[in-house]
């Protein structure tokens, strides 16, 4: 199924899709030469939202936990794509450790873990499960919804590798993303640590990773002669936040109102008739914990004590100080009447499927990524980075073409922004 846009498919999308469709070779021999530059996270995935005059990430998570929701056709894709990334970060390895969240109750997560595993196997790994749970003392199956099994096992260190009772792993592939920091436990290992400590969301602020993509952006839309803003999102900080005790109100309110009138410039310079709306996140964090939508700087003024406990803190009851405001981008894309956003998978620089978020109680200028959304596999007809030239901007491979563009300009800003922190890539 391929949702389709509810307002006409015309104006400044249609054209930046039309203008990456006219330059496909320079970009992607562009983007060859910063893969060859830069290294690539081993995987993530990246919220898009379609707003008819507007493409442009909002997320990207280095830990992407759905890769139960991806359609098995692209299976393939998956598994060629870790044979490269593991190619590039331990050509030698073979058994790897894979540990999840530190959660057992959520059996759609670990469905993922279960497909995440079956892809590595099908690399021609050897593919371990090891729980960080203290109450996981000994090899505990759960079973999955699908009829499959799930064996978590307790890890133990020993030295400085990670191992468990009967087998020590060459490398240590993490599918939790750390909020609440990096246990000692993963701390100073002799093993590969893959994606490294420093992806987690202790330390990763999506402020620098929408400054590193901002930069991409800038330098994508040179090359092939369009406004940055059609695929970049305004984005500013307010640090030093108590959303209990209504500390950082007025950093806030201020920005709201500036990034307000910044998006209204553009909206009339483009024609565009939508209200403008910002998007209030924690700086760190996922799950869809800690985002508020305002459309107008007095509704941060007006928070009542449930809205303000809600943004006060995220998951593991991380407290939230520091927060991202981001322009908000509409998603007019739809299933059933239903509004939905792509969300695209990526496993080192490939684009291998991706799924929609759908949401039958959230409108178009609201976060999808809450209680109540559904997950719908986008039915590539063809792969992402395979468009057909001949046909129309907004033929199906050509739109999921424009995607994986924007997804893989995602990706590159989150390898320049690992590199930015502390460490280097």
Same mark, same amino acid.
């Given at each position: 199924?391929?949702?389709?846009?509810?307002? &006409?498919?015309?104006?400044p999308?249609?054209e930046?899709? !039309?203008? @990456?469709?006219?330059?496909?070779?320079?970009?992607?021999?562009?983007? %060859?030469?910063?893969w060859?530059?830069?290294?690539?996270p081993?995987y993530a995935?990246?919220?898009?939202?379609?707003?008819?005059?507007?493409?442009a990430?909002?997320?990207?998570?280095?830990?992407?936990g759905?890769?139960?929701?991806?359609?098995?056709?692209?299976m393939?894709?998956?598994?060629?794509?870790?044979?490269?990334a593991?190619?590039k970060?331990c050509?030698?390895?073979q058994?790897?450790?894979?540990?999840?969240?530190?959660?057992?109750r959520?059996?759609?997560?670990?469905?993922?873990?279960?497909?995440?595993?079956y892809?590595?196997?099908?690399?021609g790994?050897?593919?371990?499960?090891?729980?960080?749970?203290?109450?996981?003392t000994?090899p505990?199956p759960i079973?999955?919804?699908? $009829?499959?099994?799930?064996l978590?096992?307790?890890?133990? %260190?020993?030295?400085?590798r990670?191992?468990?009772?009967d087998?020590d792993?060459?490398?240590?592939?993490?599918?939790?993303?750390l909020?609440?920091g990096?246990? $000692?436990?993963?701390?100073?290992?002799?093993?590969?640590? @893959?994606p490294?400590?420093?992806?987690?969301?202790?330390t %990763?602020?999506?402020?620098?990773?929408?400054?590193?993509?901002?930069?991409? &952006?800038?330098?994508?839309?040179?090359?092939l002669?369009f406004?940055?803003?059609?695929?970049?999102?305004y984005?500013?900080r307010?640090?030093?936040i108590?959303?209990?005790e209504?500390?950082g109100?007025?950093?806030?309110a201020?920005?709201?109102d500036r990034?307000?009138?910044? *998006?209204?410039?553009?909206?009339? /310079?483009?024609?565009?008739?939508?209200?403008?709306?910002?998007i *209030?996140?924690?700086?760190?964090?996922?799950?869809g914990m800690?985002?508020?939508?305002?459309?107008?700087?007095?509704?941060?003024?007006?928070?009542? %004590?449930?809205?303000?406990?809600?943004?006060?803190v @995220?998951?593991e009851? !991380?407290?939230?100080?520091?927060?991202?405001?981001q322009?908000g981008?509409?998603?007019?894309?739809n @299933?059933?009447?239903a509004?939905?956003?792509?969300?695209?998978y990526?496993?080192?620089?490939?684009?291998?499927g991706?799924?929609?978020?759908v949401?039958?109680?959230?409108?178009?200028?609201e976060n999808?990524?809450?209680p109540?959304?559904?997950?719908?596999?986008l039915a590539? /007809?063809t792969?992402?980075?395979?468009?057909?030239?001949?046909? &129309?901007?907004?033929?199906?491979?050509?739109?999921?073409?424009?995607?994986?563009?924007? #997804?893989r300009?995602?990706?590159? &800003? #989150?390898?320049?922004?690992?590199?930015?922190?502390? $460490?280097?890539?």
């Open positions: 199924m391929v949702p389709h846009l509810t307002t &006409a498919l015309s104006g999308l249609l930046l899709e !039309q203008r @990456i469709l006219d330059g496909m070779s320079d970009a992607e021999h562009w983007l %060859r030469t910063r060859y530059d830069h290294t690539t081993f995935s990246v919220d898009l939202r379609n707003s008819g005059f507007k493409l990430p909002v997320d990207t998570n280095l830990f992407p759905g890769f139960n929701n991806l359609t098995p056709e692209f393939p894709l998956c598994v060629q794509a870790v044979m490269t593991v190619e970060i050509p030698d390895a058994r790897f450790l894979l540990i999840p969240e530190n959660h057992t959520n059996l759609f997560y670990l469905q993922n873990i279960a497909t995440l595993a892809i590595l196997r099908q690399s790994m050897e593919i371990r499960i090891g729980s960080l749970l203290p109450e996981i000994e505990t079973a999955l919804p699908t $009829g499959d099994t799930l978590l096992e307790p890890v133990k %260190r020993h030295g400085s990670l191992r468990l009772a087998y792993p060459c490398a240590i592939l993490l599918n939790n993303d909020s609440g990096a246990p $000692g436990l993963l701390q100073g290992l002799s093993q590969y640590v @893959i490294p400590l420093k992806a987690g969301w202790a %990763r602020r999506k402020s620098r990773h929408f400054a590193a993509y901002e930069q991409v &952006a800038k330098e994508f839309g040179a090359l002669d406004d940055p803003w059609l695929i970049n999102p984005f500013t307010c640090g030093e108590d959303f209990r209504r500390h109100e007025e950093c806030l201020t920005n709201v990034m307000l009138q910044d *998006i209204r410039k553009k909206y009339a /310079e483009y024609g565009i008739r939508q209200k403008p709306y910002v *209030i996140k924690a700086d760190a964090g996922t799950y800690g985002i508020m939508s305002v459309k107008d700087a007095a509704e941060v003024h007006g928070l009542n %004590r449930k809205q303000r406990n809600k943004m006060a @995220i998951k009851g !991380q407290a939230v100080t520091d927060v991202i405001l322009e981008v509409h998603t007019f894309e @299933i059933n009447g509004v939905a956003e792509p969300v695209v990526l496993i080192d620089h490939f684009v291998v991706g799924f929609y978020r949401h039958t109680g959230r409108g178009k200028d999808l990524n809450s109540g959304m559904h997950f719908m596999p590539f /007809e792969a992402c980075t395979m468009p057909d030239t001949a046909a &129309a901007p907004e033929a199906v491979p050509n739109r999921f073409y424009a995607y994986g563009v924007v #997804a300009l995602a990706l590159l &800003a #989150a390898a320049l922004e690992l590199e930015s922190m502390p $460490g280097g890539a």
